[in-house]
């Protein structure tokens, strides 16, 4: 089962009319992967250019000649420059203020072309998944648990870096890419939120938090379990993110706002006498961190991530991933 | 040895000042590393504000505490907009148009600050490598030149996708990441310059056409290799090849102009009857495209890649690093 992108085409040409735009410009390679299903090397290598009474075109140099045996309209173009050409009928077009970077913007500028920041409505469909994006998220997933499986008890007299390597090599096993550089972090140094694995060795008596996720096809996962017997302090912690984790899961369902379960989070935490370090969770599709809209929408995929961080003992994280739904949400790892 | 940071800063520090900028902001990760010592996880996730007068600051939010940890000057902030009050005492600010977006671009517009296009001035010392540099560069080589042999001989009856994650395998197990998506691409398929290897099996009678690297501490190899037993015309077609690639190589040395070796490349193909598909090469350092200059520089590294594709045969390309010397350039690879 393939995504219908026609529906999706569909979608934002309405957007594009009822915002009085005439096209869509963008580099973003996971929205151009959206629209067409062609997934380019990285972003910034090839355009879309979507006129709302037509086809989305993708314009690449003949570098990526090959684009053609996957998506038929396609423009090759011999320099960047001929970039201009080809949007220079256009006078009002829909661009990711986000991704376009000045030096682009300002050329296009010069062309007396009007300029509408579009990013919002470009993403705000990628919210919510269909059941071919379900099937990619949940088999991303299942790769990364048995990741988790596959390193649990064997952290002891390794380092971070060593253990990190474990789990990437594991992915690319398995036919998947990481989807972010893996966090490996252990005994104190859990305490620093993005940490970056290094030399490290992890004693025995030392958790270990693992942060990481991997992509099937384009779409990712992002999970963190914490591992080692915990006692004493760390016990209590890790007993306290796990019922916060709890309480918000049970809270969440399509219609519930972003800022309420902010505030929700920020009420569990400080009841408990903590600090809070990051939000509740984000949305996770082709990006990690997917558009994210201010109320939660059905069939949405998120992440429910509570952490404590207490300099002297370490980090306590719990990340799951969750389907939105009608009255209630769905673990789905 | 560690690089001089010091001098680094030295540098930019004169070249603001020359250029009447009061301070460098910037969010590419590369450039923050190059200047601070610290290697983030992504671009666009901490600045680097570098006054004139003082020493660069590094600013972020709290998730990277751990960045002091790396480097003292560190400004930790709650939420993204802080930004722009550590930024509003400075008149003029260059910053990198090709990094930056244009939301953060009209935010900053709006304090009434003058931004100056900067990048060039900001990358412009990164063309010429130091011997730490060059020792990162030359393991990234070592390794890329092992997985070479690695896979020689093992392509039959193998899938691209199968051989690409071989090759990324051998990269972890080596302490090395991919520097760029491996490209792996057989018979009449590397035709395409940049082909995303496929489900399709390798013959016994195809050659495989290899581009990989990896990153040693940052640094970049990109080298490409062509194997299997070339016979008739493919044969031919990659002699020529050689032999391009050996004549370019003879004619570099610093103070060439790049024009001039494109000059010389077109003049090259022309003279055996083939169209020049792409450039005869790039810088590498931190990035797989470093800086290029107009001119060669001592000390700078670089590719040379002639490849020539003809549809309904295939693909052949020779990609090699070397160094650029006063009258000369030396094979790394």
């Known amino acids: 089962m393939k995504p219908d992108f026609q529906k999706r085409q569909k979608r934002l040409a309405e957007l594009m009319k009822k915002k009085n735009v005439e096209a869509v410009l963008t580099s973003d390679k996971n929205d151009i992967y959206y ?3 062609y997934l380019g090397f990285k972003d910034d290598a090839i355009f879309m250019l979507f006129p709302a009474d037509r086809k989305p075109k993708i314009i690449a140099t003949l570098l990526e000649s090959e684009i053609k045996t996957v998506y038929p309209h396609v ?17 009002i077009i829909g661009f990711d203020e986000r991704k376009m970077n000045v030096l682009l913007y300002k ?6 072309l009007s300029l509408k920041p579009f990013e919002k409505f470009i993403k705000m469909q990628r919210v919510v998944k269909d059941e071919y994006e379900m099937n990619q998220i949940k088999k991303a997933i299942r790769v990364t648990k048995k990741a988790f499986k596959y390193v649990e008890g064997r952290f002891t007299g390794k380092s971070e870096i060593e253990i ?34 290094n030399e490290k060795i992890v004693k025995s008596c030392e958790h270990v938090l693992v942060d990481i996720g991997c992509k099937s096809n384009g779409y990712c996962s992002d999970l963190t379990r914490v591992f080692g017997r915990l ?17 918000i899961f049970d809270n969440l369902a399509s219609g519930v706002s972003i800022e309420a379960i902010e505030r929700l989070q920020g009420k569990l935490f400080r009841k408990k006498g903590y600090k809070v370090c990051h939000s509740f969770g984000h949305s996770v599709g082709l990006d990690v961190h997917d558009p994210m809209p201010d109320t939660l929408k059905e069939n949405m995929v ?31 790892s």
Chains 1, 2 share one sequence.
């Open 164 to 197: 990190a390597e474990m789990i990437d090599m594991f992915f690319k096993k398995h036919h998947v890419e990481n989807a972010f550089e893996s966090i490996v972090s252990s005994g104190e140094q859990s305490s620093f939120v993005h940490h970056k694995p």
């Open 35 to 37: 629209y067409t299903g």
């Open 107 to 112: 050329k296009l500028k010069k062309l007396k």
């Open 231 to 247: 006692t004493g302090k760390k016990k209590a912690v890790f007993e306290d993110v796990k019922e916060i984790h709890d309480v």
């Open 75 to 91: 423009m090759f173009i011999k320099k960047f420059e001929d970039l201009f050409k080809i949007v220079r009928p256009y006078r």
């Open 302 to 332: 998120m992440t429910i991530e509570p952490g404590i961080y207490i300099k002297g003992i370490g980090g306590f994280r719990i990340e799951n991933m969750i389907l939105i739904k009608k009255n209630k949400a769905e673990m789905l």
